[in-house]
């Protein structure tokens, strides 16, 4: 069955820490590998991308890791900030069109 | 550039009404997807239509339905609204590739309640 599942469902970290979510995947065919960061109430936006063949992904203060074998990814925020407050959301691609979503990890800065 | 649209932003029915929600696509983007998003279940895809042609279809029931214009704006319908169809709703614009990666820009959403 294909799916997404994230860990930990929700994290409070204190501003200028850093933090690792996780994603473990089971997607096939495998292609590509999204990370997503949805503000509440709004649409998600994208922050990496990465195919099979890349393993790290950096945007900002924001890096991806992709573990192909062991279908695990990560993201990894450096210097949270206030803003960093939101859901973060692994996608992976199931055949050609659909995206199978994990259920994000809410993260929540605090001062 | 301009990003995707959706009209309205807030909506509120009730149960056995019917609503129509409106997607915007980035200009040149050929495809949109729609998903529905509730505390519970995530994110959901509904269906994807690309050049006004549906090109695949999520397990939501009939009462959903959607269509796509020639200027790629998209439309979903949802007849007889149950309470459980509360819910963010959210459309995706890409450029509808089905080679390499087709990144996808979401809209701000439409946040529908039933009553």
């Known amino acids: 069955k294909n799916q997404v599942e994230q860990s930990p469902q929700s994290l409070i970290i204190l501003e200028g820490k850093n933090c690792t979510l996780q994603?473990?995947?089971?997607?096939?065919?495998?292609?590509?590998l999204r990370w997503y960061k949805q503000d509440t109430g709004r649409g998600p936006v994208s922050l990496t991308i990465?195919?099979?063949?890349?393993n790290t992904k950096s945007n900002g203060r924001y890096t991806a890791t992709l573990d192909a074998d062991t279908k695990q990814s990560s993201l990894h925020i450096t210097a949270s900030q206030l803003s960093d407050s939101a859901s973060y959301i692994c996608?992976?691609?199931?055949?050609?069109?659909?995206?199978?979503f994990g259920t994000g990890t809410r993260l929540k800065v605090l001062a | 550039k301009a990003g995707v649209t959706q009209t309205p932003r807030y909506l509120i029915k009730t149960r056995g009404q019917q609503v129509t929600l409106s997607c915007s696509p980035i200009?040149?983007?050929?495809?949109v997807s729609w998903y529905q998003q509730t505390p519970g279940q995530g994110l959901q895809f509904l269906f994807e239509?690309?050049?006004?042609?549906?090109?695949n279809k999520g397990n939501f029931p009939g009462r959903f339905s959607g269509r796509q214009f020639s200027n790629s704006r998209s439309e979903m319908n949802v007849s007889t609204l149950e309470l459980g169809d509360s819910a963010l709703y959210l459309c995706?614009?890409?450029?509808?590739?089905?080679?390499?990666?087709?990144?996808?820009?979401f809209g701000p959403g439409t946040r529908l309640t039933v009553l």
């Open positions: 995706a614009s890409s450029l509808g590739s089905t080679t390499g990666v087709d990144e996808q820009f």
């Open positions: 239509y690309f050049s006004e042609t549906q090109r």
């Open positions: 996608v992976a691609p199931s055949g050609t069109y659909k995206y199978i």
């Open positions: 990465m195919t099979f063949s890349e």
């Open positions: 200009s040149g983007h050929r495809s």
């Open positions: 994603c473990n995947y089971t997607v096939s065919p495998f292609s590509n």
